[in-house]
């Protein structure tokens, strides 16, 4: 049973608006994405990513790219400087490795993070820790 009556976290179950692009299981890019709206990784992506939108790393997601979102969910593996402008969620079974500078973190049990984070407001949005 959770403790104090929370539920358990998934990249499912997640509080997001439809997604519109999914990049699937078995598929593989490398390059640079620009993308509006709610985008799920559960494939492998290596580059950069410059989104708009809300960005979920499924479970079986692999990113290899520095990444800038307005808010993003990890159950997979990321490598990489990450800037989310609201919200950075690391759900259980997360890998993150590279630094992070974001408006409000959310680390679940069972995530793991290493490197540097800054928890910053829209006025200190600028660059990507590392940058």
Do not use: W
């Amino acid at each position: 049973m959770p403790v104090f009556g929370a539920s358990k976290k998934t990249a499912d179950s997640l509080g997001y608006d439809k997604v519109q692009t999914i990049l699937g299981e078995g598929t593989e890019i490398k390059g640079t994405i620009q993308a509006t709206g709610v985008v799920r990784i559960d494939g492998t992506l290596e580059g950069t990513i410059i989104h708009d939108g809300d960005l979920i790393v499924g479970p079986k997601g692999r990113v290899i790219a520095d990444i800038r979102s307005r808010g993003l969910a990890v159950a997979g593996e990321v490598r990489g400087n990450v800037q989310a402008e609201e919200k950075l969620e690391l759900l259980p079974g997360a890998r993150l490795y590279g630094d992070i500078r974001c408006g409000h973190l959310v680390v679940h049990d069972g995530a793991m993070f290493h490197g540097r984070s800054l928890m910053a407001n829209d006025e200190q949005q600028g660059t990507a820790p590392g940058k």
